[in-house]
C-alpha cells in the first residue's frame, strides 16, 4: 500500500510515516515512484504507537527494535550487550508497573467519587 492508505490505516500522518522512515523505525520498500508499506510495517507502527503512548521516547524505540533485529536475525550479540538490553527491559518493565498502579488508585478514586454521586439524588451536598 501507498504512505497515503498507510496513513489513514494508521491514523497517522504522512510527516509522522516519513520522519519515522528517516529515522529507521520504518523500514519500507520502494517500488517505482512509491514507498510499498504492508503488514510488517503496519505490525511495527502499533509498536510505536504503544512504546510511544507508554512515553517511551524514540531513541528508546530504536534501541529496542535494533536489539530484538539482532536477535531475531542470528547475528552475533555480545553478552554485554544481551545484558545492557536485558536491564533496559526490567527498567522499563518496573517504570510500567508504577503508572499501572497509578492508573488503578486513580480508578479506584474515580468509581469511589461517582459512587457517591450515585447516592446524592440531589438530597445533600458533596464532600470528596
Sequence with gaps: MK?????QI???SIDT???YMKE??????KKANYYDFGEDQLEKMEIIRTLKNLDFSLSEIRFIFSSTNKIVMGSI????ELRM?????EEKMKEVEVRIVNIVTAQ???NSIYSKLKTLDGKE???L
Design 77 to 80: 550479540i555480545n553478552h554485554h
Design 85 to 89: 538490553f536485558q536491564n533496559f527491559i
Design 108 to 110: 479506584e478514586k474515580l
Design 3 to 7: 504512505i497515503g492508505e498507510f496513513a
Design 24 to 29: 529507521s523505525l520504518l523500514i519500507v520498500e
Design 10 to 12: 494508521t491514523n497517522t
Design 17 to 19: 510515516i516519513r520522519y
Design 125 to 127: 451536598t458533596f464532600n
